[in-house]
């Protein structure tokens, strides 16, 4: 029986993508005023970002570094990197929720399941949480940069369920990442299940839902 829920936070409770792709419009204006390929360039952004930010967990990048590298690629220096940055930490800094995320955790709260978010990020996405509309409602946040160990590694995993002091099937993890909220959470043995909002996920895990109101089935 499930007693406690855990949820990834970025594009699982709000709509990061969204939000990050209207930071990217703000920049494209000064991209293109260099005469940069914005498409080209925006690739490559979304080809890296992944591998730096791992570096970044790991401590082999500053937040800083790990943020400016980001942007510093096709002819772009450091300081012309710092002001994208900030336009872009400025427009992402605030969380845009999916419709469902309030109506469904107040309900699951009210039934008495304690909320937990495991999230990879720096060290203001705790602010960013705890300022949005369900903030209060979580028990713990529990974010990577403070941890020293972020998803996929099965040791943030243990730690959680250390803290949390429970039986690992007690525990419910719900992320949109295949590999870093489902595949993870599941050898560590939790029960995982991938939120797939209209059918973006590369990959697909075996228990899938596409909206937070059908979680319900897995809660029984």
């Not at 293109?32 to 992944?50: N, V």
């Not at 941890?147 to 525990?171: F, Q, S, W």
Request: charged share 25%; aromatic share 12%.
């Amino acid at each position: 029986m499930i007693k406690y829920i855990i949820f990834d936070f970025d594009d699982t409770l709000s709509d990061f993508q969204g939000i990050k792709a209207q930071a990217k419009e703000k920049i494209t204006p000064y991209l293109e005023a260099q005469g940069i390929d914005t498409a080209d360039y925006w690739e490559h952004y979304e080809a890296i970002f992944e591998p730096l930010f791992a570096r970044y967990v790991n401590r082999e990048l500053t937040v800083t570094e790990y943020r400016l590298m980001r942007f510093t690629h096709h002819g772009i220096t450091t300081t012309e990197a710092a002001r994208y940055n900030e336009i872009y930490l400025d427009t992402v800094s605030c969380a845009k929720l999916f419709d469902d995320v309030v109506p469904v955790l107040t309900s699951l709260q009210k039934r008495g399941y304690p909320l937990y978010v495991l999230t990879n990020g720096p060290a203001v996405q705790r602010q960013k949480i705890e300022a949005c509309a369900v903030g209060s409602l979580f028990e713990k946040l529990f974010i990577s940069s403070e941890l020293g160990v972020g998803k996929p590694d099965r040791a943030v995993y243990d730690y959680v369920i250390a803290e949390l002091n429970a039986l690992p099937e007690e525990i419910l993890m719900l992320g949109d990442s295949c590999e870093n909220d489902c595949v993870a959470a599941e050898r560590a043995g939790l029960m995982a299940v991938q939120i797939n909002r209209r059918n973006k996920s590369i990959r697909h895990f075996h228990r899938q839902i596409d909206s937070l109101y059908a979680i319900d089935q897995y809660l029984s």
